[in-house]
């Protein structure tokens, strides 16, 4: 029998929370990490897999997009959602994609893909792209294995399942059958505007360190060393 872990009190077992603080480094941090790879298009239809309390809809709801969805397996997460006035659904991520009949521009995983089974990932992945309008975006965010305080961020969850650095979260993108992908770093941002600015510059110089470190030991063309990791692939023809 498979236990669904999501189901109920999953949240308490983690130390989330959704105060206005956090909302607002949230909102810098989305508006700077992911800013450019949303359309201006207010009208556009996205779809946020694993919505979880809802900051990302929050986000975007914010930003003045009206045709949102998000879908969660958490009873816990959907009725935090709708209490916010959020447009969602509890439904399993597959059930949903093999469903749904109107095509999204925009679909984003947040901290999701960790969590899916490494048999079907690319499954999942393919469905995505069937989900997709032409030249529309898959946006992944995940920890990214390359940096070593993502071991921790791997193992504190019982959930996760696989981790992914630039080359394999590329690798299971070409599989699915996207022939455009871009892996980012992502930078977290303290929403304080002296070390807004500084934190890009230690980012940097955090790069520079890795880079060497990898290049001495043979693993060339990694670029992407920050804590987690954002892969843009985009449904277009080559």
Known sequence: MKTNFYKKGYNKTLNYSNSYKEKKNY?????????????????????????????????????????ILGIDLSQENIIICKGKGLNVLEIDVF????????????????????????????????????NLRNKGIL?????????????????????????YSQKSIEQICFLAGFKNVEVKNIIIYPNISFLDWIFPFIYKLIKIKYKM??????????????????????????
């Not at 508006?31 to 975007?60: H, V």
């Open 95 to 130: 059930t949903y994609l093999n469903r749904n009949k109107e095509k999204f521009d925009l679909i984003v995983m947040n901290d999701i893909i960790e969590h899916i089974l490494r048999d079907k990932v690319i499954l999942l992945l393919k469905l995505i792209k069937l």
């Open 27 to 67: 909102i810098n941090y989305f508006s700077k990490n992911y800013g450019q790879f949303i359309a201006n298009k207010k009208d556009i239809r996205i779809l946020d897999i694993g919505c979880g309390n809802g900051l990302f809809l929050e986000y975007l709801k914010g930003q003045g997009y009206n045709n």
């Open 213 to 238: 470190i990898f290049t001495f030991y043979g693993k060339k063309g990694n670029n992407v060393f920050s804590k987690n990791l954002l892969c843009i692939a985009k449904n277009e023809k080559i």
């Open 139 to 163: 946006l992944i965010k995940t920890l990214n294995m390359s940096n070593p305080v993502s071991l921790d961020t791997l193992y504190c969850d019982f959930t996760h399942q696989w981790g």
